[in-house]
């Protein structure tokens, strides 16, 4: 081979590493504020500081962990990541664009590219529509495939990526389980094939008994798909079995960050995310080898 051959071989090889580890999300210095009270009767008002200087960056294929207890701030980071709350300033970097930045059309077309997989599948689900209503909506919204008998293939698709019956998509979200109904709020995720998931405590509201089933398949879409995920969660069983690096939170600020794999060589630094260990259930065997069944 010439080397000019070898050189171009070179150069290809470092751009495909290069890719590999792109940055997909850069969140430099997000902060969230909230102002409370000074109501009618002209009380002092205050500032809840949900989000204080949050940096942090993600790459394309990686699962990021965000976890603290409640109220620490993980959900609204993530809110705000996705636009759904305004910053008070800072800015998320999306695929090399401010999202801040972006008109509300652009604002509209990028959200196509990152979707949300909300804690609560009933309420996130308009229980006046069907499961194929559901699932296909977001064609609707971003006017794409207007042809119905494609609409419906590509529901009958993705019933059956997300592990349900394709004569599902005639049911009401009353007549499922919940872990059937977050198996449709998955789907109706995948619908636009995102490049960045956020799961906002995924299981949290489901019987333990089919929490390792949607976790499983969260797994399974990844591998199959190359998503990007952004997992919120209380509970570093979760964190430890589907993430590749962890974020620890607490009053709207990180704390802690190390890969997953640090959790098993040593003990955590900081004293809250000692404390998150010993009160989480990953580290009661029982959870651990429920959540090993994993993929």
Known sequence: ???????????????TSANKTEAILEVRNLVKHFQIGGGLFGGRAATVKAVDGVSFSIHRGETLGLVGESGCGKTTTGRTILRLEVPTSGEVIFEGRDMARLSDAELRGMRRRMQVIFQDPFSSLNPRMTVGQIIA??????????????????????????????????RYPHELSGGQRQRVGI???????????????????LDVSVQAEILNLLVRLRKERGFTYVLVSHDLSIIS???????????????????????????????YTQQLLQASLGYDREAVERYQRFD
Request: aromatic share 2%; charged share 25%; hydrophobic share 40%.
């Open 1 to 15: 081979m010439s080397p000019k051959g070898e050189e171009a071989n070179e150069t290809a090889a470092n751009k």
């Open 137 to 170: 909506e977001p064609l609707a919204v971003h006017r794409i495939v207007p042809d119905r008998t494609a609409r419906a293939a590509r529901v009958h698709e993705l019933l059956r990526h997300a592990g349900l019956l394709p004569t599902m998509a005639r």
């Open 187 to 205: 789907a109706r995720a995948l619908m636009l094939e995102p490049k960045l998931l956020f799961l906002d405590e995924p299981t949290s509201a």
């Open 241 to 271: 079995h589907m993430c590749d690096r962890l974020i620890v939170m607490n009053v709207g600020r990180i704390v802690e960050s190390m890969p997953v794999t640090a959790l098993r060589e040593r003990t955590p630094e900081n004293p």
